[in-house]
Structure formats: C-alpha cells, structure tokens
C-alpha cells in the first residue's frame, strides 16, 4: 500500500514451501526490509543474495530503478515488513542517493536491533482495523517505521557492492564510529587518525568528503543531540547533561544556544509544557 508519494508498503508472512516473492516494482532506489522473525533469503537483481535473520534490519540502494527485488523464507515461516522509497521521496532536489555511487549497490545490515522495530512490524501485520480507519493506521506505522529504520541503518557501515569501494571508505567510518563510542571523553584528531591508520590531514578531508561535515563538527552535533535528548526525556539539567556528554557547563551553554538559539535550562520549558502546538 501507498505510504506517501513513491513510498510503498508491503508486510506479510513467507512460507517455507513458497516460491520467492517478487517485490512490487515501484521504481524504488531504496529498499528497507525488516525481520520479525526469520530467517529470509532477499536476491537482488539476480545476482547477489542476503541472508537475513530474526530481528535484522536491511537496507539496500541500488543503482537502477528497474532492479528487481525476491524475498523467500529460508526455513520454517517468516514474517517481515517492506518499505520501497523512489526517487520523489529521496533527499536532495537534484535526485542524488544518499549511500553507494552511480553504479553501485549499497547494502546496510544492522543485526539484533532493538525491539521498538519488531513491535512496529508486529502491530502492522496485526491490524485490527478495516477501511480508512485501517489505511491511516498502516499509513502511521508504515512511515514511523521508515523513519526510525533508516535512522538505524545511518550507524552502520554500508557494503558497497557492484563498483570498488570509495577510498577510504571503511577508515572514514571506523572513525565515526570512535567518536560515537567515546563521545564524552573523546581522542585528539590525530590519535584518531593513529588508530584508523591515516594521517590527520587526509582522516580530516575523507571525513569531511563523506560526512559532509569536519571531525570536530560531527562531534559537536552528536553531544549536542545527545544533551538535548537528556534535557526533553530524561528531565536532567543543565550541569547534568554537560557533564555527561563532556563540557564544562559554562562551555555547553554557549555551543548549546548557539546551536539551538535558547539555553539548556529552557528546554523542559519548551518541550514538556502542556501546549498543544500546531504544526
């Protein structure tokens, strides 16, 4: 079912006995599949072919609109829910794809993911609605779930298949992924640089070249992000979260507001009132 303009739902459950099921062609460059419980076999284009298991989520790019998609069950019975997104609802004006190259497929497997996911795919094949009441219903999962799976699959490293990996493509990510897990005590560049075996110079400009943004950039935007989260969900103030994401207090107010244009302390003001606002 529609979802929106060039997104596409479909959900449901494999039998072990079935032929593959094509996916619906949508004309789709992205392709999300999440695992309820498994384990499926996903061929895409005909050649290359992904074994997924329970709780997994994939996420695939592809360089041809026409590429076609199989799922089968690779077992007992298996149920999953899929999300095709073509290229009117792609980021960017110009049409461009966020992840692989002109002439490669990008593919993205986040395994054990947490269970909000499963639950979403679980009440999209338990609908217990019918007629509108229904469509707005999977209309609401459906996107919910596209949302947070491609937000999971945005900390992963893609795989890209089809062209020779972009250079420096697994350093640049390693890197990411060192500054994430020590976000609050955080190593000087050129250690980083040290432990993903480039020089600083060239660990800044294939960062900068991937990410859009410099190292000490996704830094500041990941604690920032973090502290906000601890402000609006976890009620901690200001010193609290300051401390937790590694500023010194009066440091954090001041990247804080400039990010965000009002100060720590306004956030449980702002975002945990009673108002009810109109978007």
Known sequence: MPLAPDIQLSAGVLAGAAPPTPLHDVGAWRTIVQVLDGPIRWRIGGATELDLSTAALCVVDT???????????????????????????????????????????????????????????AQILACPFDGFTRHHYLTGKGLELTALGLRRASSCEPF?????????????????????SSFDRPPVLREIARQVGLNPGKLTAEFRRKFGVTVHEYLQE???ARAF???????????????????????????????????????????????????
Request: net charge positive; glycine share 10%.
């Open 63 to 121: 360089p041809s609109l026409s590429m076609t998609h199989h799922l089968c069950s690779a077992g007992s019975e298996a149920r999953c829910a899929v999300i095709q997104i073509g290229p009117a609802a792609m980021p960017g004006d110009d049409g461009s794809r966020p992840c692989g190259g002109a002439d490669a497929t990008s593919i993205v497997v986040c395994k054990d993911i947490d269970s909000g996911l499963g639950g979403l795919v």
């Open 160 to 180: 890209l298949q089809g062209a020779s990996q972009e250079p420096h493509h697994h350093q640049v990510w390693l890197a990411r992924r060192i500054l994430e």
């Open 222 to 224: 990941f604690r920032l």
């Open 229 to 279: 989260h601890l402000l609006s969900e976890d009620r901690v103030n200001a010193s609290v979260a300051a401390h937790r994401v590694g500023y010194s207090t009066a440091y954090f107010s001041t990247v804080f507001r400039k990010r965000f244009g009002f100060s720590p302390s306004n956030v449980n003001g702002r975002f945990r009132g009673s108002e009810i606002r109109q978007y």
